[in-house]
């Protein structure tokens, strides 16, 4: 049986508040189902929602995530060469991002050595 977490218990779990759930939800980024009126959530959307975080680390604009998440979500039903330029570009913008981190944090090492 799959866990099911409502938003209280998802928001603990990833040390993020309900509010926070409730924008990803809003800009369309997560989509629980719902019991009545309450928000249920399953392991697909905590493992959305621990992608969406990690981007959000990353600093990636909401906008950006939403992108990634699509690119996610379209690998599962659409051919590789669909969208393959699109995963090439992230990666290129990932790995300059990573490049100008690991700079950033051997020149503080530096100062922090002197």
Same mark, same amino acid.
């Given at each position: 049986?799959? #866990?099911? =977490?409502?938003?209280?218990?998802?928001?603990?779990?990833? %040390?993020?508040?309900? &509010?926070?759930? &409730?924008? *990803?939800?809003?800009?369309?980024?997560?989509? #629980?189902?719902?019991?009545?009126?309450?928000?249920? *959530?399953?392991?697909?959307?905590?493992?959305? $929602?621990?992608?969406?975080?990690?981007?959000?680390?990353?600093? $990636?604009?909401?906008?950006?995530?939403?992108? =990634?998440?699509? $690119?996610? %979500?379209?690998?599962?039903?659409?051919? #590789?060469?669909?969208?393959? #330029?699109?995963?090439?570009?992230?990666?290129?913008? =990932?790995?300059?991002?990573?490049?100008?981190?690991?700079?950033?944090?051997?020149?503080?090492?530096? $100062?922090?050595?002197?």
């Amino acid at each position: 049986m799959e #866990p099911i =977490f409502t938003i209280t218990e998802l928001a603990e779990a990833l %040390d993020v508040t309900p &509010r926070a759930i &409730r924008l *990803y939800e809003d800009k369309g980024l997560l989509d #629980p189902r719902r019991a009545g009126k309450t928000r249920v *959530y399953g392991a697909d959307d905590r493992n959305r $929602l621990e992608r969406i975080l990690r981007a959000k680390r990353l600093g $990636l604009s909401l906008r950006k995530i939403g992108e =990634f998440l699509e $690119l996610h %979500d379209r690998s599962n039903g659409t051919t #590789p060469s669909e969208i393959q #330029p699109r995963i090439r570009k992230l990666i290129e913008q =990932f790995e300059t991002q990573r490049d100008d981190l690991e700079t950033t944090i051997a020149e503080l090492r530096d $100062l922090q050595g002197r």
